[in-house]
């Protein structure tokens, strides 16, 4: 079981840091992604981190001011965004998958978790 939180009302320019806790014994074992749905939009890949931690993939459009990271010993993987726009304002969910690798595509992630709203004022 996946549940992300961390979301809130930020000002454009702003950071946050956004939370995705698992239950669970083999949490170190799965690989996990967050990803984000604009209101009228479709969901769209953020960025992901592998299960060990070593290697990470991120979409363009937060690239460079986003950090991802985990803390297996505490079931959680961690967003880090920087330098917020109005256009980051979205519901973000955090995803897991067993194999390796870090896909884009959110059918190839197996289990979700609810999401957790991020909303940033200009």
């Known amino acids: 079981q996946l549940q992300a939180s961390g979301g809130g009302l930020v000002q454009a320019g702003g950071s946050l840091r956004l939370s995705c806790a698992a239950s669970?014994?083999?949490?170190?074992?799965?690989?996990i992604a967050w990803f984000r749905q604009a209101p009228g939009k479709e969901r769209e890949f953020v960025g992901g981190?592998?299960?060990?931690?070593?290697?990470?993939n991120y979409a363009d459009s937060v690239k460079g001011r986003s950090t991802i990271s985990r803390d297996n010993a505490k079931n959680t993987v961690y967003l880090r965004m920087n330098s917020l726009k109005s256009e980051d304002t979205a519901v973000y969910y955090c995803?897991?998958?067993?194999?390796?690798?870090?896909?884009?595509?959110?059918?190839?992630?197996?289990?979700w978790g609810q999401g957790t709203l991020v909303t940033v004022s200009s």
């Open positions: 669970g014994r083999t949490f170190s074992t799965y690989t």
């Open positions: 981190i592998t299960s060990s931690g070593i290697s990470t």
């Open positions: 995803a897991a998958r067993i194999r390796f690798g870090v896909p884009v595509t959110e059918n190839d992630y197996n289990y």
